[in-house]
C-alpha cells in the first residue's frame, strides 16, 4: 500500500529532467511514482526534448503536454512547463556534444530559474521543494534563493556517485587528474571493496580533466554535497556498502529501480524517436516456454552515445558468424549523423529472416517478451535496470561514461552478463565466441540462474516491505517534516 501525503503538507515539488533520454526516463516515472502518493509535480522539460517526444507520438499533441492523458486518466496532479536549453530546437546536441553541454553548464539555468520564479510566485499548493538532476550545476543556489528543500535525483548506480562524490580522494591518490595516473587497484573509496582503474568512468579514466563535461561533474558534484536529500536509482540490497558508507555523510535515499509499473506504456511516452513494433517477427520465434530460453539477441547501444564504425562492422560480422536470431535497434545516427548506412556491404541481405534492423523500437517491450533471451547493450543504466526486471542477461560492450563502471556491476559484481571485449577492438570472431556462449554454454546458463535472482531482489524492493518502498515512504516523511518545520 503506498503512503499517502496528508493534504496539509502537500508537498509540490519542480522537477526538473536532464535533457537526455537516460534521464528522461527515470525523470518522468519518479514523477508519476510521487504524485500517485499525493505530491504535486511541476515538470519541467526543455524544448528540445518536448519536440522531440511529441513529433513522434501521438501521446501528446506539440501544443500539449505529454502528462495530459495520464492526468485525465489517473487524476494524477502533474503540471508541465518547457524552456530553452539555450540551442535552437533543431540544432544536433549529439553531433555537436560539447557545445550542447557548454549551454546546459552556462545558459540552462537563467532559463530555469525564470521557470521557477513564475511557478514559485503563482502555484496553488505553494511549492516547497526543487527536484533536479544531479548532474545539474545549478539546483542548490536557486533552491536556496526562493527558499526551497533541495532534492537531488540521482539517475545511475550509487557507486557511480560515490566515485565521483570522492573525486578529491582519487586526484590525491594518483589515479585522476595526474600525468602519471596510477594503473592499481583503487581501495581507498568509503564503502567500495575495490575497483580496477578500466572500472572508472571514462570521464574518471581522461587525462585532460579541463573539458566541458569535467567542469560540469566537479560543479555538480560540489553542489549535491548541500542537498537536503539524494533520491538514488538503485536498490539498497545490490549495493549496500556503497550505499551505506554514503549515509554516513548525505541523506542518501535507494528508491529503484524507479519504474512506473503500474501504467501501461500507452498512457505516456518518453521516446524521442518512433517506435518500431517487432512483436509478430518475435512471436514467430522459439519462445521461453517452447526452449529452455528465448533465442533471439536484442541489440542496443542506447539513445546517445556513438559507436566507432569499425567497431559496428565486426559486430554486425559477429552477427552473421553466430547465426543467432536478432533484433538490431539502429539509430540512424549511430557513428554520426554523417554517416547513416554505417553497416557492411551485403549485411541487410545475408541476415534474411535472421534478424530485424530496425531504427529504434520499446525496450521494455521487446525485453518482456518471451522469444528474447539475450541484449547486447551499451551497459546504460536504465538498460541495465530493465534486463535485469525482465531476466534478460547481457553483452556487454560499453561506450562512454558511466558504461564501464555500469559493465564492472554487471559482470564482476553480479554476475549477470559477459563482458564482450576483452582486447583494444572487438572482433567479430569474438563477438560470435560471446554470443554463443551466452546462448548455449555454461558461462550462459550461470548468468541466467543470477540474473533470476538478482530480478527477485528488485523485485522485493518495491514490494510493500520492501527496502525501496520503505525508503520512499521514509523520504516523504522526512519532506513532510521539514515542510513543517517552514511554515
Known amino acids: 500500500m503506498k503512503e499517502m501525503v496528508d493534504a496539509r503538507e502537500k508537498p509540490h515539488a519542480i522537477l526538473v529532467s536532464y535533457p537526455l533520454q537516460g534521464h528522461v526516463n527515470p525523470s518522468v516515472h519518479l514523477a508519476i511514482n510521487l504524485a500517485s502518493r499525493g505530491f504535486t509535480i511541476t515538470f519541467i522539460n526543455t524544448h528540445s526534448i518536448h519536440h522531440q517526444i511529441t513529433s513522434t507520438s501521438s501521446a501528446a499533441d506539440g501544443e500539449g503536454d505529454i502528462f495530459s492523458e495520464l492526468r485525465q486518466s489517473h487524476g494524477l496532479d502533474i503540471r508541465y512547463a518547457t524552456v530553452s536549453d539555450g540551442l535552437p530546437v ?55 534563493k526562493y527558499g526551497l528543500l533541495y532534492v537531488s535525483f540521482w539517475t545511475e548506480a550509487a557507486l557511480i556517485f560515490t566515485l565521483y562524490y570522492h573525486m578529491d580522494l582519487l586526484r590525491l591518490n594518483g589515479h585522476f587528474g595526474c600525468v602519471d595516473t596510477r594503473e592499481d587497484e583503487i581501495k581507498y573509496i568509503p564503502g567500495v571493496e575495490s575497483i580496477e582503474p578500466k572500472d572508472l568512468t571514462s570521464f574518471l579514466q581522461e587525462t585532460d ?23 538514488c536509482n538503485t536498490v539498497q540490497e545490490l549495493e549496500h556498502e556503497t550505499i551505506s558508507a554514503l549515509q554516513q555523510k548525505i541523506p542518501f535515499f535507494a528508491v529503484g529501480p524507479v519504474f512506473s509499473t503500474g501504467f501501461t506504456r500507452t498512457t505516456i511516452t518518453t521516446s524521442l524517436w518512433a517506435e518500431s513494433d517487432c512483436s509478430r517477427w518475435l512471436d514467430s520465434k522459439p519462445h521461453a516456454h ?12 542506447g539513445s546517445y552515445a556513438h559507436v566507432a564504425k569499425g567497431d559496428l562492422i565486426e559486430i554486425a560480422k559477429g552477427l552473421l558468424l553466430s547465426k543467432v536470431d536478432f533484433i538490431w535497434a539502429l539509430r540512424p545516427d549511430i557513428v554520426s549523423s554523417d554517416d547513416q548506412t554505417p553497416l557492411p556491404d551485403g549485411f541487410i541481405e545475408e541476415t534474411g529472416e535472421h534478424g530485424v534492423i530496425i531504427p529504434w523500437c520499446c525496450q521494455t517491450q521487446v ?26 542477461p547481457m553483452l556487454c560492450f560499453p561506450l562512454y561514461t558511466d558504461q564501464f563502471t555500469n559493465r564492472k556491476l554487471v559482470v564482476d559484481d553480479w554476475k549477470i552478463g559477459i563482458n564482450l571485449c576483452d582486447k583494444v577492438r572487438v572482433t567479430s570472431v569474438e563477438v560470435a565466441e560471446k554470443i554463443n556462449q551466452l546462448k548455449e554454454g555454461t558461462i550462459g546458463d550461470e548468468v541466467r540462474v543470477s540474473i533470476k535472482n538478482v530480478k527477485s531482489t528488485s523485485e522485493k524492493a518495491l514490494a510493500s516491505e520492501g527496502s525501496s518502498e520503505m525508503n520512499i515512504g521514509r523520504f516523504i516523511r522526512k519532506i513532510e517534516g521539514r515542510i513543517r518545520e517552514n511554515r
Not at 532559463?111 to 545549478?138: G, M
Not at 522469444?371 to 538498460?383: E, Y
Open 367 to 392: 525485453l518482456a517478451h518471451p522469444a528474447v533471451g539475450g541484449f547486447l547493450t551499451h551497459c546504460g543504466w536504465n538498460s541495465v535496470l530493465e534486463s535485469i526486471w525482465f531476466q534478460v
Open 90 to 144: 533543431g540544432f544536433d546536441r549529439s553531433l555537436h556534444h560539447d557545445q550542447f553541454m557548454a549551454a546546459l553548464l552556462h545558459v540552462f539555468s537563467a532559463h530555469v530559474e525564470e521557470a521557477i520564479e513564475k511557478i514559485v510566485r503563482h502555484s496553488q499548493p505553494a511549492v516547497n521543494c526543487l527536484i533536479a538532476d544531479t548532474y545539474f550545476v545549478w539546483p542548490g543556489k536557486l533552491a536556496k
Open 209 to 231: 580533466t579541463t573539458t566541458v563535461c569535467h567542469q560540469i561533474i566537479y560543479k555538480a558534484f560540489m553542489d549535491a554535497k548541500t542537498a537536503d536529500f539524494v533520491l
Open 290 to 301: 517452447g526452449s529452455p530460453h528465448g533465442s533471439v539477441l536484442y541489440v542496443s547501444f
